[in-house]
């Protein structure tokens, strides 16, 4: 058992509702902290990493695609190749995480980690938060609020677990937000 545990909030932006049908337009990782079982180490303005990715596919949702402002055939002829992207990213996690066990967060992690997940043993055969290293803010806020799953939305939270940043939908931008309501929230005592 590793000794801590690094918290990357995550965050994509796709054009449909599934990976590999769909395509994973850009994604952002941003630090959040690091937890030993004691003590708890923001990291505040934390280390980032931020790709927009080639399309894998022709299919998408054209409403998908304007929630996140990207454009689908600039990024077919800019964006990354998927495969360098992810192996970009897989090394830039273990190197921020010096030894702790990644662990992906997000609200709620489980659409970003679906994608991500899927992308890294797409291309890169694993990934570095392994099969089940993520943690979803969404349900510890409804444990810690007390709340029923419908009412632990981001718009939900009290104003002093909300974060100062925007939510833009650019994903490196959202990852920020997300670290930063991940630090308050992991602190705080509920109600």
């Known amino acids: 058992m590793r000794t801590r545990d690094i918290y990357i909030s995550g965050d994509i932006e796709a054009d449909g509702p599934i990976p590999g049908r769909y395509s994973m337009l850009s994604f952002g990782l ?50 990354s190749e998927p495969a360098q992207a992810l192996a970009a990213a897989a090394a830039w996690v273990e190197s921020v995480a010096e030894g702790a066990r990644p662990v992906l967060v997000g609200y709620p992690v489980v659409f970003d980690w679906m994608f991500l997940h899927w992308y890294f043993v797409a291309f890169c055969g694993e ?19 007390g709340v029923q799953l419908d009412a632990a939305g981001r ?37």
């Open 30 to 79: 941003a630090i959040a902290a690091t937890f030993d079982g004691a003590t708890f180490a923001p990291r505040g303005e934390g280390e980032t990493f931020y790709r927009e990715l080639k399309p894998i596919g022709d299919e998408h949702v054209p409403e998908a695609v304007a929630a996140s402002g990207l454009d689908r055939a600039e990024l077919a002829r800019t964006g």
């Open 155 to 191: 718009n939900d939270l009290p104003a002093e677990l909300r974060a100062a940043r925007p939510h833009t939908h650019n994903a490196l931008d959202d990852a920020r937000e997300q670290a930063e309501i991940f630090n308050k929230l992991f602190v705080w005592e509920g109600r």
């Open 127 to 145: 990934s570095p938060f392994g099969f089940s290293g993520a943690l979803d803010m969404k349900t510890i806020y409804q444990q810690k609020a």
